[in-house]
T-cell receptor, first 113, second 113 residues
Framework: RKEVEQDPGPFNVPEGATVAFNCTYSNSASQSFFWYRQDCRKEPKLLMSVYSSGNEDGRFTAQLNRASQYISLLIRDSKLSDSATYLCVVLSLTTDSWGKLQFGAGTQVVVTP | AAGVIQSPRHLIKEKRETATLKCYPIPRHDTVYWYQQGPGQDPQFLISFYEKMQSDKGSIPDRFSAQQFSDYHSELNMSSLELGDSALYFC????????????FGPGTRLLVL
């Protein structure tokens, strides 16, 4: 079982609509959480960090629920350029795992005109 | 701003050959991570280095080795290449005091024939 689980999608979203998806993680000792964006054949790029209090960056809102061990991402007013794979990423800083990022399999989002 | 540099960007090798991938971190970054992303897969952590010492090890095959040099660049050496080694290899870098913020290079696409 993967440590980070995501719905692979694809989520087909009309331009201007809102889309939300989440992921779950299994290691309760995980300390930091992120959403990365990856375009086809390109490197992952940090979209935003995720905090328990919830955080917003423009049209993107991320939320962390530590009790249920899930992380969510909501995209408002979707743009065509939002089409990508969104990777849920978890970081644990322990003696066994210092700095390595654990990736989910990614959720594909396709924004259509 | 300077980014992580990886070379070569593309590499084609035959089975049982060797390959060396290079990574040049962002200036003043002292920590380097290697990830492998197979076709349709999420990135998997291979190995990381801090101040020229191995800091963490993931699912890196025994046929692979890596090191970090005094100028902080890193090399991933791959021997006895197998078809299954065909993948995108990403290098990421960070500062030790800010392990949460890892910047990814553009990747090396390795094809083993």
């Amino acid at each position: 079982r993967k440590e980070v689980e995501q719905d692979p999608g694809p989520f087909n979203v009309p331009e201007g609509a809102t889309v939300a998806f989440n992921c779950t993680y299994s290691n309760s000792a995980s300390q930091s959480f992120f959403w990365y964006r990856q375009d086809c054949r390109k490197e992952p790029k940090l979209l935003m960090s995720v905090y328990s209090s919830g955080n917003e960056d423009g049209r993107f809102t991320a939320q962390l629920n530590r009790a249920s061990q899930y992380i969510s991402l909501l995209i408002r007013d979707s743009k065509l350029s939002d089409s990508a794979t969104y990777l849920c990423v978890v970081l644990s800083l322990t003696t066994d795992s210092w700095g390595k990022l654990q990736f989910g399999a990614g959720t594909q989002v396709v924004v259509t005109p | 701003a300077a980014g992580v540099i990886q070379s070569p960007r593309h590499l084609i090798k035959e089975k049982r050959e060797t390959a060396t991938l290079k990574c040049y971190p962002i200036p003043r970054h002292d920590t380097v991570y290697w990830y492998q992303q197979g076709p349709g897969q999420d990135p998997q952590f291979l190995i990381s280095f801090y101040e020229k010492m191995q800091s963490d090890k993931g699912s890196i095959p025994d046929r692979f080795s890596a090191q970090q040099f005094s100028d902080y660049h890193s090399e991933l050496n791959m021997s006895s290449l197998e078809l299954g080694d065909s993948a995108l290899y990403f290098c990421a870098s960070s500062r030790y005091g800010d392990l949460e913020t890892q910047y990814f290079g553009p990747g090396t696409r390795l094809l083993v024939l």
